[in-house]
């Protein structure tokens, strides 16, 4: 086996090991709460059902920073002034067909 060959099978054995280990380990999540599943259905609507129940223990615990949004800056800004058909301006009134989607 060549030097190279080598080097290209330890890579790919790494690389799968990374892998298997990256999707097929349990998160710290799941593994720190003490939760243990007893029950393992076959049914996809039950499982599907604990799916979401996991997915919702871990947004209870979901603390969004909303301190930015008191920003000076942020709080004088304006919505922007659209012009419409009202005001007069050209350009709201001939920007294209009513229906453009009807043939020529």
Request: glycine fraction near 6%.
């Amino acid at each position: 086996m060549s030097r190279q060959t080598l080097i290209i099978v330890i890579i790919i054995v790494l690389g799968a090991a990374g892998l298997w280990f990256f999707f097929f380990q349990s998160s710290p999540d799941e593994a720190g709460t003490g939760e243990e599943q007893v029950f393992v259905s076959s049914n996809p609507d039950v499982q599907r059902i604990e799916q979401e129940l996991s997915d919702l223990r871990r947004l209870k615990d979901l603390h969004i920073d909303t301190s930015i949004l008191k920003n000076p800056f942020l709080q004088s800004l304006e919505p922007p002034r659209i012009p419409s058909a009202t005001t007069g301006t050209s350009t709201a009134t001939t920007r294209g067909r009513p229906n453009p989607f009807l043939p020529f």
